[in-house]
T-cell receptor, first 113, second 115 residues
Framework: DAGITQSPRHKVTETGTPVTLRCHQTENHRYMYWYRQDPGHGLRLIHY???????DKGEVSDGYSVSRSKTEDFLLTLESATSSQTSVYFCAISEVRGADEQFFGPGTRLTVL | AQTVTQSQPEMSVQEAETVTLSCTYD???????LFWYKQPPSRQMILVIR??????QNATENRFSVNFQKAAKSFSLKISDSQLGDAAMYFC????????????FGKGTKLTVNP
């Protein structure tokens, strides 16, 4: 298994509070991604990174920010959590472009009350 | 923008039988990649099989094979000799060659395997 961990694995928070999710990899892969999974929607890309301090938006980036100060860590921040951000969040990594697969972390279940 | 459609929200199959999961996609690109991912109840996303659009030969991985019809923009997954451990959500995904690295996922098909 690819070395990807996510923390926390579960979190319950209240509307309006800031939340940061962490993705940590030990594979030294260049690309890192944040997806959210919601029933009836599959997985949708929030943000991704193609190198340290290099990030770009995905299709559902509103309300989220990311940072990558080290190759191994990719942080996802909800500045002011809303109930619509209740979801399961997955981090993924990949080394090169093309048909190489993305390896996924175990997911974080976030509930915003 | 590319879209991926899985028209079967749920499917069931008897153990040892064969089942086919459907996936269609919409794109104006000629070169791309297609994937099937499996998500068991543990939530871990696991790559099942991949296909490069420029390859005419259908990909196979043990009991898993695809029927890739490029002109029809269809990418179905066939699972032969179904096993109880195959029960999971299956997601079809599209990825452009070059440019954005994002995977575009379908909404998934829940596969139940009956003993």
């Amino acid at each position: 298994d690819a070395g990807i961990t996510q923390s926390p694995r579960h979190k319950v928070t209240e509307t309006g509070t800031p939340v940061t999710l962490r993705c940590h990899q030990t594979e030294n892969h260049r690309y890192m991604y944040w997806y959210r999974q919601d029933p009836g929607h599959g997985l949708r890309l929030i943000h991704y990174s193609y190198g340290v301090k290099d990030t770009d938006k995905g299709e559902v980036s509103d309300g989220y920010s990311v940072s990558r100060s080290k190759t191994e860590d990719f942080l996802l921040t909800l500045e002011s959590a809303t109930s619509s951000q209740t979801s399961v969040y997955f981090c993924a990594i990949s080394e090169v472009r093309g048909a190489d697969e993305q390896f996924f972390g175990p997911g974080t279940r976030l509930t915003v009350l | 923008a590319q879209t991926v459609t899985q028209s079967q929200p749920e499917m069931s199959v008897q153990e040892a039988e064969t089942v086919t999961l459907s996936c269609t996609y919409d794109t104006s690109e000629s070169d791309y990649y297609l994937f099937w991912y499996k998500q068991p109840p543990s939530r871990q996303m696991i790559l099942v099989i991949r296909q490069e659009a420029y390859k005419q030969q259908n990909a196979t991985e043990n009991r898993f094979s695809v029927n890739f019809q490029k002109a029809a923009k269809s990418f179905s997954l066939k699972i032969s000799d179904s096993q109880l451990g195959d029960a999971a959500m299956y997601f079809c995904a599209y990825r452009s060659r070059g440019g954005s690295e994002k995977l575009v996922f379908g909404k998934g098909t829940k596969l139940t395997v009956n003993p």
